[in-house]
């Protein structure tokens, strides 16, 4: 069994990506259970076997406790770490070929707090995670170091092999590309200049490693590939049985 946690600022494609790529590897005949992790989500574009609004919801928060959306957020990851046990029980319960979890709008909620690291080590089977960089964010060069800096955050903190994706590449203007190739651009004088030297130094030696993959996951691009990089994240010969 794979677990797949995508993360990733909000915006970026998380849910989307959740589904579409649910559909791809369906397709391919992997059986997938999906996980909503979202307690703020309106609307979900897949239906989930466990969803995690069935214990807390940000807009009943609002409601019955006088919160505003924030301050509801935050109620609402404490609620999700007092009740982890439950969670885990209940996603634990399935055992598909691949389980997408789908992860906060607000990735802080899930990544800095004690949620994210407990899931991450508590999941049966292998799980790695997916960080998404969203190309809108993406106006100069720094931007996109920063982005991979936060992958690295990722990786680090979730204590799991991670993969990086450029999402909507479909929507990628050639502003987006030129900042991605121009990233080792010096953009800053002084001390902090060439500390983000250093950290440019880390990230291209990160780049050798693992290559950042290419996907849409509106048009349903790039997915053969986010497939094959899973299953390398676990061992170099990329099979995931
Ligand atoms: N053009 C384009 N839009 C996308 C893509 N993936 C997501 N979106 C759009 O980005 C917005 C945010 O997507 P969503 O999945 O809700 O992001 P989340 O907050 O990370 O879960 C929605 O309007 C999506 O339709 C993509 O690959 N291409
Ligand atoms: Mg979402």
Partial sequence: MVNLIIIGPAGSGKSTLTKSFGKWLENEGIMVDYVNLDPGAEKLPFTPSFDVRNIVKVEELMRKEDLGPNGALIRAAEIMEERFAEVLEAVSALAPDFLLVDT?????????????????????????????IDPVLMKKPNDFMVLKMLGLVVELRLGIPSIEIVNKCDLLSLESLRVMEDSTKREIEGLVGSLAEELRGIIEKLEKKKRTLMVSATEGTGFLELYKAIGEAFCACGDLT
């Fill in 104 to 132: 906060p709008g607000q990735m802080e909620i899930f990544l800095f707090r004690t949620l994210g690291p407990k899931l991450a080590s508590s999941l049966r089977g292998r799980t790695v995670s997916a960080f998404l």
